[in-house]
Structure formats: structure tokens, C-alpha cells
């Protein structure tokens, strides 16, 4: 069986028109999930991200396979660990998919088990930043125009 090194799940701000966009499609069409991140987007109570994720495969050439995710929306907290816990949580079915590809591949790989693997998150400073930003009470411009 081939062994896990690492599972990571790299964090961005992805405020892209793209991401904005597909959101309020999904808004508009009636779906209140959408129109609740939506506003809690403008209130600056959600954030929309990048995930770049990693799947490090240990052994005799070590293996790393990747994949990203856009426009993903979690919830913003004064407490960065709440955050990084909402991006493992889905990154973990998303590396599930990746260690998938490899199982079809004909490697032995525990695929099942990889959802439930400690998921190593990475907030980039500009993520961190608007945390900071949270706990000092500021709303960031940038939701204002969502």
C-alpha cells in the first residue's frame, strides 16, 4: 500500500469577478444558501478563497498531486484555527477525489481513509490579514462592492 506523506490545502483570497459572479448566478436562480453567503459577503462575515491542495504520496520517488478549488466560500472568524477547520473539512473530500485518480490508476491506495487524515492548512498573509481586519472590527473595501 502506498503511504500518505502529507495532505495540504493552501488558502487565497479569490475575489475574482468569476467567483462573484457564479455566486449571485446561484442567488438569483433562488437559492438561499447562495443569497445567505452573499450577504454574509458583504458584511464582511464571509470570505471567498482559492484552495490549492497537495496530496504527498511517501516512498521510492515520492509523489505529489495537485488540484484547486475556486471560489470557495467559508465563514470569517476572529479565531484563524475556526477557518483553517472549514477548509480542511472540504479539502478533505477533494483529496479524496485526487487519491481517487490514483487508485484508478492501479496503485493501492487507501482512498476511504484519506477523509479521515489531518489536512495541514495554510492561510497566505493576504487571508490572514483580513482576519486581523475582523477582530479589529473593519470591514474590508473590498466586500462593500460585492
Do not use: C, N
Amino acid at each position: 500500500m502506498i503511504a500518505v506523506q502529507r495532505l495540504s490545502a493552501r488558502a487565497r483570497l479569490d475575489e475574482s469577478p468569476v467567483a462573484l459572479s457564479h455566486a449571485r448566478a446561484r442567488a438569483e436562480s433562488g437559492d438561499e444558501s447562495w443569497e445567505q453567503w452573499l450577504a454574509d459577503y458583504r458584511r464582511g462575515d464571509a470570505l471567498i478563497l482559492r484552495l490549492d491542495l497537495t496530496l504527498e504520496l511517501a516512498g521510492d520517488g515520492e509523489e505529489v498531486l495537485a488540484t484547486s478549488r475556486d471560489g470557495f466560500f467559508v465563514e470569517s472568524h476572529v479565531h484563524a484555527p475556526k477557518v483553517e477547520q472549514q477548509i480542511a473539512e472540504v479539502a478533505s473530500g477533494d483529496l479524496a477525489a485526487l487519491a481517487g485518480q490514483v487508485a484508478r490508476r492501479g496503485r493501492d491506495l487507501d482512498v476511504h481513509g484519506i477523509g479521515a487524515m489531518y489536512v495541514h492548512v495554510e492561510l497566505d498573509p493576504d487571508v490572514q490579514r483580513r482576519l486581523s481586519a475582523r477582530r479589529a472590527g473593519e470591514q474590508p473595501a473590498e466586500a462593500s462592492r460585492a
